[in-house]
């Protein structure tokens, strides 16, 4: 059985950072496509980002330059680091595993439970 772990989240001010982990077995972490997605309250779960096999990163608009996915091999952890926060960014994240990168196609792969990020001042 597959397990994400996501940990992370919390409140944080309008500008500031937080560094969210998913953490899996060495299997799923060197040999899926991983990605990150996120649901607000009274909105669809949407992608965030995501990381191919191959080590390539993909954005969603709404927060290319400002997060950045990575792989931690001695970790098996896969991370989102998140800057400049916004209100907008307020929503549960959720860390997936999947095996190919179609990043729009919400319902494949394997799911975290989620942690929560709140972005207020």
């Known amino acids: 059985q597959v397990q994400l772990v996501e940990s992370g989240g919390g409140l944080v001010q309008p500008g500031g950072s937080l560094r969210l982990s998913c953490a899996a077995s060495?299997?799923?972490?060197?040999?899926?496509?991983m990605a990150w997605y996120r649901q607000a309250p009274g909105k669809q779960r949407e992608w965030v980002a995501g990381?191919?096999?191959?080590?390539?990163?993909n954005y969603a608009d709404s927060v290319k330059g400002r997060f950045t996915i990575s792989r931690d091999y001695a970790k098996n952890t896969v991370n989102l680091q998140m800057n400049n926060l916004k209100p907008e960014d307020t929503a549960v994240y959720y860390c997936?595993?999947?095996?190919?990168?179609?990043?729009?196609?919400?319902?494949?792969?394997?799911w975290g439970q989620g942690t929560q990020v709140t972005v207020s001042s």
């Open positions: 060495v299997t799923i972490v060197s040999g899926y496509a």
């Open positions: 990381i191919t096999r191959a080590g390539m990163p």
């Open positions: 997936n595993a999947r095996g190919a990168s179609n990043w729009l196609v919400l319902g494949n792969g394997y």
